[in-house]
């Protein structure tokens, strides 16, 4: 009795110092309104750019003026600035915003969510919620939970308790016949048919007690699995054992670029469960938001063609500048291949047709907007000098093109790399 005495007293105490110990955390995250975190991913590489070819330490190109100038890859110093070395560390991500490519007509936005050590409790389960807003529509995606270990076992406890019961009810009718005295009255050749027959040697009162289990299945789940385990929907759910430090889980999801898209945000809110009660509303976080850019939007959308010996508008050619506005890539190469003008080299480059479109780009006038579309070809081969010399020509000739290179991660991963100020 004294053994048992003291295993209750140290249950109790252990009880009462867990529940100090998360009262005290939900008192400080409820004063501190700590909220969800969301950031974007630290970079390792250049994003959304992988060559397989090995990039120089320094390259020697010529200006749009014709002078020759010397390109040295670069990282920022702990100072901050821009120095030369031979080394491209990873850059540590604080902005709300990034630049990111459509590409075959679907884009890639990635982002990270810290649950800090303060958030975290064996007895508590996090989920958060992240929200894309595109435009005025939003969409809800895949949730994370996070679980305590000791929410767990409470979750599993109870699923225990339930499929106890179910186990307990029969599905089986003959469970409740008499077959040794039904076959014996068969038997005796009796007027009253088979089923009549087993109808009487079943017991009624076993039958009533079944049925009254099975009508209770709903209620008991309900009373003894309090919080269910989500299976359904989910991007993750872990459980964690050990309270040591933040969590940081990276999160990918990836959209269908539609004809308008030109940004995209991404909240992030959430809640605490202690059992199946909600104990923290996680405020929603700032958004992050991605500025997409698109290979569309160098598209000539003004140009026409004429039917040959004819002023009549080739029609074909104007459907496939439609596709290739509206994303359509596959149909837009199909109608635009045969002219192999500007437009048709913007569909090839669209579905990494990256030879042909140079090939193609060889023939047209040597404007600011073919300049441009070669220095993304040239930088997805990995042909960086002649890249930066085309992108250093489309910028001398036109301002615009300075801004945009940090859209598209083929020119942004170059002004990176080499520090490109223009």
């Given at each position: 009795m004294k053994t048992s005495a003291a295993i209750l007293y140290a249950g109790a105490v252990l009880f009462s110092m867990t529940a100090c110990g998360d009262a005290k955390k939900l008192t400080g995250l409820r004063r501190d309104a700590l909220p969800a975190t969301i950031a974007l991913v630290e970079e390792n590489e250049i994003p959304e750019l992988s060559i397989d070819s090995s990039r120089p330490e320094s390259m020697v190109v010529e200006d749009p003026y014709g002078?020759?100038?010397?390109?040295?890859?670069?990282?920022?110093?702990?100072?901050?600035?821009?120095?030369?070395?031979?080394?491209l560390d990873a850059a540590v991500v604080t902005a709300r915003f990034?630049?990111?490519?459509?590409?075959?007509?679907m884009v890639n936005l990635a982002f990270q969510i810290t649950i800090p050590e303060r958030m975290q409790d064996k007895?508590?389960?996090?989920?958060?919620?992240?929200e894309l807003y595109t435009g005025r529509d939003s969409t809800a995606l895949d949730p994370v939970i996070i679980t305590g270990d000791l929410y767990r076992e409470a979750q599993r406890r109870g699923y225990g308790r339930y499929n106890k019961y179910l186990a307990s009810i029969s599905a089986d009718s003959l469970r409740f016949l008499n077959a040794y005295q039904l076959k014996v009255f068969l038997q005796?050749?009796?007027?009253?048919?088979?089923?009549?027959?087993?109808?009487?040697?079943?017991?009624?009162a076993l039958v009533r007690r079944n049925r009254a289990k099975i009508s209770r299945k709903e209620e008991l789940f309900r009373r003894w699995v309090r919080s269910p385990i989500i299976t359904e929907g989910l991007r993750l759910d872990s459980v964690i054992t050990e309270i040591n430090g933040d969590i940081v889980y990276h999160y990918a999801q990836t959209i269908l670029a539609e004809r308008d898209l030109r940004k995209a945000e991404i909240a992030l809110e959430g809640e605490i469960y202690k059992e199946d009660r909600i104990i923290y509303d996680i405020p929603r976080s700032e958004p992050l938001t991605f500025y997409i850019s698109t290979l569309t939007s160098l598209c000539d959308a003004d140009?026409?063609?004429?039917?040959?010996?004819?002023?009549?508008?080739?029609?074909?050619y104007r459907r496939g500048v439609?596709?290739?506005?509206?994303?359509?890539?596959?149909t837009a190469v199909a109608l635009l291949k045969?002219?192999?003008?500007?437009?048709?080299?913007v569909a090839l480059s669209a579905l990494d047709y990256n030879a042909t479109a140079l090939d193609v780009l060889q023939g047209c006038e040597p404007l600011p907007k073919v300049d441009y579309l070669r220095a993304i070809l040239h930088a997805r081969r990995g042909e960086d000098r002649e890249a930066v010399e085309c992108y250093m020509r489309a910028c001398a000739r036109e301002r615009s093109f300075v801004h945009r290179g940090n859209l598209d991660p083929e020119i942004a991963g170059l002004i990176k790399l080499y520090n490109l100020k223009l």
């Amino acid at each position: 009795m004294k053994t048992s005495a003291a295993i209750l007293y140290a249950g109790a105490v252990l009880f009462s110092m867990t529940a100090c110990g998360d009262a005290k955390k939900l008192t400080g995250l409820r004063r501190d309104a700590l909220p969800a975190t969301i950031a974007l991913v630290e970079e390792n590489e250049i994003p959304e750019l992988s060559i397989d070819s090995s990039r120089p330490e320094s390259m020697v190109v010529e200006d749009p003026y014709g002078k020759k100038v010397i390109m040295m890859r670069a990282v920022k110093d702990s100072t901050g600035e821009m120095t030369a070395t031979d080394v491209l560390d990873a850059a540590v991500v604080t902005a709300r915003f990034r630049n990111v490519a459509e590409r075959h007509g679907m884009v890639n936005l990635a982002f990270q969510i810290t649950i800090p050590e303060r958030m975290q409790d064996k007895t508590w389960q996090i989920r958060f919620y992240p929200e894309l807003y595109t435009g005025r529509d939003s969409t809800a995606l895949d949730p994370v939970i996070i679980t305590g270990d000791l929410y767990r076992e409470a979750q599993r406890r109870g699923y225990g308790r339930y499929n106890k019961y179910l186990a307990s009810i029969s599905a089986d009718s003959l469970r409740f016949l008499n077959a040794y005295q039904l076959k014996v009255f068969l038997q005796r050749k009796t007027l009253l048919t088979a089923e009549d027959a087993t109808a009487h040697y079943t017991d009624s009162a076993l039958v009533r007690r079944n049925r009254a289990k099975i009508s209770r299945k709903e209620e008991l789940f309900r009373r003894w699995v309090r919080s269910p385990i989500i299976t359904e929907g989910l991007r993750l759910d872990s459980v964690i054992t050990e309270i040591n430090g933040d969590i940081v889980y990276h999160y990918a999801q990836t959209i269908l670029a539609e004809r308008d898209l030109r940004k995209a945000e991404i909240a992030l809110e959430g809640e605490i469960y202690k059992e199946d009660r909600i104990i923290y509303d996680i405020p929603r976080s700032e958004p992050l938001t991605f500025y997409i850019s698109t290979l569309t939007s160098l598209c000539d959308a003004d140009r026409t063609w004429y039917t040959p010996d004819s002023t009549q508008i080739d029609t074909t050619y104007r459907r496939g500048v439609r596709a290739l506005l509206e994303r359509d890539y596959k149909t837009a190469v199909a109608l635009l291949k045969p002219y192999r003008d500007y437009n048709s080299a913007v569909a090839l480059s669209a579905l990494d047709y990256n030879a042909t479109a140079l090939d193609v780009l060889q023939g047209c006038e040597p404007l600011p907007k073919v300049d441009y579309l070669r220095a993304i070809l040239h930088a997805r081969r990995g042909e960086d000098r002649e890249a930066v010399e085309c992108y250093m020509r489309a910028c001398a000739r036109e301002r615009s093109f300075v801004h945009r290179g940090n859209l598209d991660p083929e020119i942004a991963g170059l002004i990176k790399l080499y520090n490109l100020k223009l």
